[in-house]
């Protein structure tokens, strides 16, 4: 696809549950990102692969949240036992080769999800 | 650490008005990155500019121009002659980008309204 991709992009899960959620890059981007965006506020950091290895997951809250991007491409976001307060939008991005080195992050329309 | 002050929540304009939006940030780095984002209902995050810190050179973009000053740490975002489609949520960000790490710090965003 020409840009990047999210799915789902509506989640609606239960309290306790476990979910997954994917995000397709634009082809051969090899860095990637995942943020979430509360109600009201800027999007907040979570993870930053470059190619497979997470180079930089300082963004992640605790350890019910892992991402994983086993080929380069594909990633999924894995939250276990969600919380309410778990809800947001989750957004991806992907860009050439990082933002330090002169290319720009290109965002998806975001996964938003809401636990109960 | 890294921070970024939107102060201005909410801006209310009418249609032809200019408008500046602005952006105060902290870093410790000497070397670190700038940038606007827009985020329009539809909620993907559009990129608007990068600048990086080594470059205080003011920028135009069609209706759209950028002062970065280093001696009071501001990066505003001025938009001429402002239309109706130019009302969203604009965000500025900041990267220091050091040590792997690519991770954008978000303000918490001003919500631009243009009325016709």
């Known amino acids: 696809g020409a840009g990047v991709s999210q799915t789902p992009s509506n989640k609606v899960t239960e309290k306790g549950k476990y979910v997954e959620l994917r995000c397709d890059p634009i082809?051969?981007?090899?860095?990637l990102y995942w943020y979430r965006q509360s109600l009201g506020q800027g999007p907040e950091f979570l993870i930053y692969?470059?190619?497979?290895?997470?180079?930089?997951d300082s963004g992640l809250p605790n350890d019910r949240f892992f991402a994983v991007r086993p080929e380069g491409s594909v990633s999924t976001l894995k939250i276990q036992r969600t919380e309410r307060g778990d809800s947001a939008v989750y957004l991806c991005?992907?860009?050439?080769?990082?933002?330090?080195?002169?290319?720009?992050?290109?965002f998806g329309q975001g996964t938003r999800l809401t636990v109960v | 650490a890294q921070k970024v002050t939107q102060a201005q929540t909410e801006i209310s304009v009418v249609e032809k008005e200019d408008v500046t939006l602005d952006c105060v940030y902290e870093?410790?780095?000497?070397?670190?990155?700038l940038f606007w984002y827009k985020q329009p209902p539809s909620g993907e995050l559009v990129f608007l500019i990068r600048?990086?810190?080594?470059?205080?050179q003011n920028e135009i973009s069609g209706r759209y121009s950028w002062n970065f000053q280093k001696s009071t740490s501001s990066f505003n975002f001025t938009i001429t002659a402002s239309q109706v489609v130019d009302s969203a949520v604009y965000f500025c960000?900041?990267?220091?980008?050091?040590?792997?790490?690519?991770?954008?710090?978000f303000g918490k965003g001003t919500k631009l309204t243009v009325n016709p």
């Open positions: 991005a992907s860009s050439l080769r990082g933002t330090a080195m002169n290319t720009e992050a290109f």
């Open positions: 082809s051969g981007h090899t860095a």
């Open positions: 692969f470059q190619g497979t290895g997470a180079a930089d």
């Open positions: 870093t410790r780095d000497t070397t670190y990155y």
């Open positions: 600048r990086n810190s080594f470059d205080e």
């Open positions: 960000a900041l990267s220091e980008a050091k040590g792997g790490s690519e991770k954008l710090v």
